[in-house]
């Protein structure tokens, strides 16, 4: 059974940072590309960043390019998000997944190629 549990959400000032992590368990993670999306009220769920199987390789949606980082911990098989210079608008619930095919060479945008998906965790940037 595939899980992936999210935690470090929570309510944040303006200007905040905060630090979003993904555990994964019931599968081996290490060959699977890795993504965060996030999704507000009334909006649809939208692309945030991912990360390469191996690592080396990162995306980012141009709304959060040079606030956010994703990394990965290989041993722990565990992703995080660093988020920096939050703002209102990125108050959303924010989901971690993992991409369906094994070992693809560059991390993908489509939520249609992530295949397990966490039960989310609430960020709320306050102004």
């Known amino acids: 059974q595939v899980q992936l549990v999210e935690s470090g959400g929570g309510l944040v000032q303006a200007g905040g940072p905060l630090r979003l992590s993904c555990a994964a368990s019931?599968?081996?993670?290490?060959?699977?590309?890795m993504a965060w999306f996030r999704q507000a009220p009334g909006k649809e769920r939208e692309f945030v960043a991912a990360?390469?199987?191996?690592?080396?390789?990162?995306i980012y949606a141009d709304s959060v390019k040079d606030r956010f980082i994703i990394s990965r911990d290989i041993a722990k098989i565990a992703v995080s998000l660093q988020m920096n210079s939050l703002k209102p608008e990125d108050t959303a619930v924010y989901y971690c997944?993992?991409?369906?095919?094994?070992?693809?060479?560059?991390?993908?945008?489509?939520?249609?190629?992530?295949?397990?998906w966490g039960q989310g965790t609430q960020v709320t940037v306050s102004s």
């Open positions: 997944a993992t991409d369906s095919i094994r070992t693809r060479r560059r991390p993908s945008d489509d939520p249609a190629d992530f295949g397990s």
């Open positions: 019931g599968r081996t993670f290490r060959s699977y590309a």
């Open positions: 990360i390469s199987w191996i690592g080396g390789s990162k």
